[in-house]
């Protein structure tokens, strides 16, 4: 690369940086904690970011095989489990931000947020204690769907049947296990009991198959915020 177009693309990515960084102080968090629309940007390009390392993972994955057929050496196998973990991750992140943003929008007077004023009756401080769920802010991605609704009427066209709701309550155990540890760190903070999934399920809807279940319902998300956003014009 030349050194001037260099100069100019290390300025540009300091200016989007600056850009970017987002004061934080108690009324801004007011606002932006209860700004669906923002909460479900965030989901979308986590969930872009997460499609670029899957599609690292199935390359990883066909080449894998190719060389195990070949060599019997599962060591690029070990390569695509790495890109599926990061990649799962980050749908997990994705998801979370998504579920979150439906039930901010479908249940705003459910937020809970602790406000410390000043003696001029000024926010200095402010927590989020709540989102929807008792026990504050949380990773459980099961109870967070159920909250918003994935289980209902609405997504009947994301998740047909019954097995197909049973799939996505296993994928949401699996990747709720990830964004609170599997997907960080070599070990949990603490010990626990492992998780139980359907035993009527194959195992393969948490690996290679789990988008078949994940995108329809991310997408139906989409879909709604994209139909608010229209409502929102005409009015």
């Not at 670029?52 to 994955?61: C, P, Q, R």
């Not at 039930?103 to 001029?120: A, S, W």
Request: with cysteine; net charge neutral; proline share 4%.
């Amino acid at each position: 690369m030349p050194y001037s177009i260099k100069i100019g693309v290390i300025q540009w990515v300091g200016h989007i940086y600056k850009i970017r960084r987002v004061k934080m102080f108690a009324k801004d968090l007011l606002s932006a904690t209860l700004d669906a629309e923002a909460w479900h940007l965030q989901s979308e390009a986590l969930r872009r970011s997460a499609d670029v390392l899957w599609d690292k993972f199935t390359a990883e994955l066909v080449l894998a095989a190719v060389e195990y057929k070949r060599t019997s050496d599962m060591a690029l196998m070990d390569v695509a489990y790495e890109y599926l973990m990061s990649a799962k991750l980050l749908y997990g992140l994705a998801l979370e931000t998504g579920l979150k943003a439906l039930i901010i929008k479908k249940f705003p007077d459910e937020i809970e947020i602790r406000i410390t004023v000043n003696g001029h009756n000024i926010p200095i401080d402010a927590e989020v204690k709540s989102l929807g769920l008792s026990g504050g802010p949380s990773h459980n991605l099961l109870a967070l769907a159920e909250k918003a609704g994935i289980f209902s009427e609405q997504f009947s066209k994301a998740l047909v049947t019954g097995s197909d709701k049973e799939a996505f309550k296993d994928i949401c155990r699996n990747l709720g296990e990830i964004v609170i540890w599997r997907g960080r760190y070599p070990a949990p903070i603490r010990s626990f009991t492992p998780l139980e999934y359907s035993k009527m399920l194959p195992s393969k809807i948490l690996g290679h198959y789990m988008r078949d279940f994940l995108d329809p319902v991310m997408d139906t998300i989409k879909i709604f915020f994209q139909d608010q956003g229209h409502i929102n014009d005409k009015t």
